[in-house]
């Protein structure tokens, strides 16, 4: 009985389907995925993985049937992606993004208002949504009230202490404050706000007086990050270094803020102290 020819073909796509689902249930399991897509997207990651592992297996079905001509240029599909996964990645700073600022940053964008405030209208649905941004503000309005009971949003919120009028803004609660604050500005007018973030001073957008202790949002993945924060008012804003990270408390006011021309009601802080802080890893999401 003739041996059966070894399939080369066959072979190469068997290991890029090896490597790229291995390397995909790797990202996700080990959470190093959050560096390049949210949280929302892991379902179909590990999809992703278990059809690239099913390729996998019926491509070894195929390893001895011989093939007259080989190919191998489609391997490339794979190819590509598998070493552009494990290249080394430098952190993504706010330096990097300024081409993103006008296109629908958190502080900017075409239509003139700011995606976070929303100006107080919650009809925009996500369905409804007509561009991306008004996708994006649909998105930090309503889907961190999804799945909580009625009043359980506004009335135990993690860090709000009434009896003292105080918020303090954990790390992992960044992002449900700022939709909290900008969609209920006059419930916190007056209230001691304490958060953690990386200066943003870019002066395109802010005043001398202004800054904000921002964290990078991420609404799909790393392509379309932009700093989100509550502006903050503070005599000395000009003399903080950009990027560096601080803790800032101060008290919680309705002021204005102009975006391509357009005066916007939006929450500030009237800072009153600032520390040095550790800078926090990771984004956050608008859900």
């Known amino acids: 009985m003739p041996a059966k020819a070894f399939n080369p073909q066959i072979f190469l796509e068997f290991l890029c389907y090896c490597v790229f689902g291995g390397l995909i249930f790797y990202l996700v399991s080990s959470e190093k995925y959050l560096t390049y897509v949210t949280p929302r997207l892991k379902p179909y990651l590990y999809f992703t993985s278990i059809v690239m592992g099913v390729w996998a297996l019926t491509a070894l079905g195929r390893l001895f049937r011989p093939q007259h001509k080989l190919r191998s240029a489609h391997c490339f599909v794979l190819v590509i992606p598998i070493v552009l996964l494990l290249l080394p990645h430098a952190p993504?700073?706010?330096?990097?993004?300024?081409?993103?600022?006008?296109?629908?940053?958190?502080?900017?964008?075409?239509?003139?208002?700011?995606?976070?405030?929303?100006?107080?209208?919650?009809?925009?649905?996500?369905?409804?949504?007509?561009?991306?941004?008004?996708?994006?503000?649909?998105?930090?309005?309503?889907?961190?009230?999804?799945?909580?009971?009625?009043?359980?949003?506004?009335?135990?919120?993690?860090?709000?202490?009434?009896?003292?009028?105080?918020?303090?803004?954990?790390?992992?609660?960044?992002?449900?404050?700022?939709?909290?604050?900008?969609?209920?500005i006059e419930k916190y007018q007056g209230y001691t706000v304490v958060m953690t973030g990386f200066v943003f001073n870019d002066p395109e957008f802010l005043k001398e007086d202004e800054f904000v202790p921002a964290r990078l949002m991420m609404s799909c993945c790393v392509g379309d990050l932009a700093p989100a924060g509550i502006l903050c008012k503070y005599d000395q804003a000009d003399q903080l270094q950009a990027e560096s990270w601080v803790t800032v408390e101060g008290t919680l006011t309705l002021g204005q803020h102009e975006y391509d021309g357009v005066l916007s009601d939006e929450p500030q802080i009237r800072v009153t102290k600032i520390t040095p802080a550790e800078a926090v890893e990771g984004y956050i999401y608008p859900y």
Do not use: C
């Open 92 to 184: 993504v700073s706010a330096s990097n993004l300024s081409g993103n600022y006008i296109g629908g940053s958190a502080f900017s964008n075409r239509s003139g208002q700011s995606p976070l405030s929303m100006q107080g209208d919650l009809s925009i649905t996500i369905e409804d949504a007509s561009s991306p941004e008004d996708k994006v503000q649909a998105e930090i309005i309503q889907e961190p009230l999804a799945g909580l009971p009625a009043g359980a949003y506004a009335s135990e919120l993690p860090g709000l202490d009434m009896g003292n009028k105080r918020i303090t803004v954990a790390h992992e609660d960044f992002s449900m404050w700022l939709t909290e604050m900008y969609t209920n």
